[in-house]
Structure formats: C-alpha cells, structure tokens
C-alpha cells in the first residue's frame, strides 16, 4: 500500500520464515517423519514418479531444503541404466542452515564430493533467481511454495528460468475435500503437531507457524489460477491423501 504497511509485513514474513527454518534445520527430516508418520516420504515418491525424470533431466528443486527431492531424482535416474547420463540437479533454497544439513547428507548418501557435476547446492530467493533464463528442463518446489512472500513473483521466476516446454511441478499442503477428515485433521493440527514440535524439537512456534501457513494458503484451483496467470499451460492437479497435500503441473510452451 501507500502507506508501507503490506512491505513492513511482507519484510517480517520473510524474517520469520528464515527463523523458522534456521532453528528446526537439524531437525527438520526427524520432524517430518513424525508429524506425517512418514506419509511424506510416500507424497514425494508420488512426486518424482509425476515428474517422471531422464537420462536427460536438468532439474531446479527450489526451496530444497535438506535434499529430499533432489536425492529422489538422482535415485530415480541412477535406476534408468542408461549409459550416458547426463542429468543434473541444482538445490536452491534461502536459507544457509538447511543448505549445510542437505549437503551433508549428500555426501553421506552418494558418497560424493561436493561441488559435483550431478548435483549442486544454492543459496537463492524463490523470488529472484541467481540463474540463466531457459535453462532447466523441469522445475520442482515441494511444501516451499507457501512460505515464499510473493508467490506471484516465484511463479513468474520459475516461468523465466524453464525453458520452453519445461515442466513445473508442485508439492504443497493445499485443502482436505472431506468433512469427517477435515475435523481430525484440524484437532491434529492445532493440538497435536506444536505439542509434537515441543516435544521432539524442544520449539512450539515454528510448528504452530507451519499449521497457520497450510490455513492460508490457496486452495486447489485458486493456485492452479496463479499458475496459469505467471504464463504456464495445461494447468492440471492432482489431489494425494484427499487433498492433505496437492500436486500443480504446468508446462512452458
Ligand atoms: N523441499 C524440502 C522438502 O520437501 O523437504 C524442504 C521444504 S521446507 C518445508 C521449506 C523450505 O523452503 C525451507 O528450506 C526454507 O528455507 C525454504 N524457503 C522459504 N522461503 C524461501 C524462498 N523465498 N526462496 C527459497 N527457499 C525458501
């Protein structure tokens, strides 16, 4: 507004995201298979298979956090056996604490050194990417999105940097299309999960901003309308758990 008042807020969201996820960076995967009972795990195996990666893929997984994604994807082409493989992903996320921990794990899993030709860690805001236009086959933001400020522009990012006929892929908590699930959901989120957060990593706040993120965030077609404003077509999504969590497709032609 005029006023400054939307920038004050959008500065102190972008503040408090960091915060967030510099305090649970370490336990952050813990966290994950406890909160989801590991279903998580199951949601982003569904989300490669959609992807459905090549010899060929160069993929960007932006908000990447501990690796999750970009480990999938490396499995996943690794079990292609194709002799020549050439694919490539680059990790990008905001925030340094995230960054160490998936790198770590990198070196762990693969058993590889870092810098790597297959797989490269970047510090980077979803709203203004360090990185070439045209220049990934596929782009992957998996429960990043809604903690990004403005939307709008990471959509119009990941448009500028695909090239054309790339692939932009979605994972994000969206809205449950049953009642009874609903409710359980809703007694889960709001007494379970900071109670959980306290419990495993010693924080409450980070996990009672985590279920205030999902409440706000778009619903189902109302992101896939966001989608399509930032230029990308065939616009499609896929509901995984009744709606605990979506996939968003689109294409850049
Ligand atoms: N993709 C990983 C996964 O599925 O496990 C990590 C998801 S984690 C819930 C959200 C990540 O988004 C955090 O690592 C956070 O640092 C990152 N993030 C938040 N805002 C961002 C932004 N504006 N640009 C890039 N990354 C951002």
Same mark, same amino acid.
């Given at each position: 507004? %005029?006023?400054?008042?939307? +920038? @004050?807020?959008?500065?102190?969201?972008?503040?408090?995201?960091? !915060?967030? /996820?510099?305090?649970?960076?370490?336990?952050?995967?813990?966290?994950? =298979?406890?909160?989801?009972?590991?279903? %998580?795990?199951?949601?982003?195996?569904?989300?490669?298979?959609?992807?459905?990666? +090549?010899?060929?893929?160069?993929?960007?997984? @932006?908000?990447?956090?501990?690796?999750?994604?970009? #480990? &999938?994807?490396?499995?996943?082409? =690794?079990?292609?056996?194709?002799?020549?493989? $050439?694919?490539?992903?680059?990790?990008? =996320?905001?925030?340094?604490?995230?960054?160490?921990?998936? !790198?770590?794990?990198?070196?762990?899993?693969?058993?590889?050194?870092?810098?790597?030709?297959?797989?490269?860690?970047?510090? $980077?805001?979803?709203?203004?990417?360090?990185?070439?236009?045209?220049?990934?086959?596929?782009?992957?933001?998996?429960?990043?999105?809604?903690? @990004? +400020?403005?939307?709008?522009? $990471?959509? &119009?990012?990941?448009?500028?940097?695909?090239?054309?006929?790339?692939?932009?892929?979605?994972? !994000? #908590?969206?809205?449950?299309?049953?009642? *009874?699930?609903?409710?359980?959901?809703?007694?889960?989120? #709001?007494?379970?999960?900071?109670?959980?957060?306290?419990?495993? $990593?010693?924080?409450?706040?980070?996990?009672?901003?985590?279920?205030?993120?999902?409440?706000?965030?778009?619903?189902?077609?109302? /992101?896939?309308? *966001?989608?399509?404003?930032?230029? /990308?077509?065939?616009?499609?999504? !896929?509901?995984?758990? #009744?709606?605990? @969590?979506?996939?968003?497709?689109?294409?850049?032609?």
């Amino acid at each position: 507004t %005029h006023f400054g008042f939307e +920038t @004050v807020q959008e500065e102190e969201k972008t503040g408090k995201v960091y !915060e967030v /996820f510099e305090n649970v960076a370490k336990s952050y995967d813990t966290m994950n =298979d406890a909160m989801s009972f590991g279903i %998580h795990r199951l949601w982003k195996d569904i989300f490669i298979d959609r992807l459905g990666p +090549t010899h060929d893929s160069k993929l960007l997984d @932006v908000a990447g956090g501990t690796g999750d994604i970009a #480990f &999938r994807f490396l499995n996943t082409v =690794d079990n292609l056996s194709s002799k020549q493989c $050439a694919a490539h992903v680059t990790v990008a =996320d905001i925030n340094r604490a995230m960054l160490d921990v998936g !790198e770590q794990r990198a070196r762990d899993l693969f058993k590889i050194e870092l810098p790597n030709p297959r797989i490269q860690f970047v510090e $980077a805001n979803a709203e203004e990417l360090p990185i070439e236009d045209n220049s990934y086959s596929a782009y992957t933001i998996a429960f990043g999105i809604r903690n @990004v +400020t403005h939307i709008d522009k $990471a959509l &119009r990012e990941a448009y500028r940097v695909l090239r054309p006929g790339g692939r932009f892929l979605c994972l !994000e #908590f969206s809205h449950v299309n049953n009642s *009874m699930l609903q409710w359980a959901y809703d007694q889960y989120s #709001f007494q379970v999960i900071p109670v959980m957060g306290q419990l495993i $990593a010693g924080q409450w706040k980070p996990y009672q901003y985590l279920v205030e993120s999902i409440r706000q965030f778009p619903n189902q077609e109302e /992101f896939k309308a *966001m989608i399509e404003s930032a230029g /990308f077509q065939y616009v499609t999504y !896929e509901n995984l758990t #009744f709606g605990v @969590v979506a996939i968003h497709s689109g294409f850049k032609l």
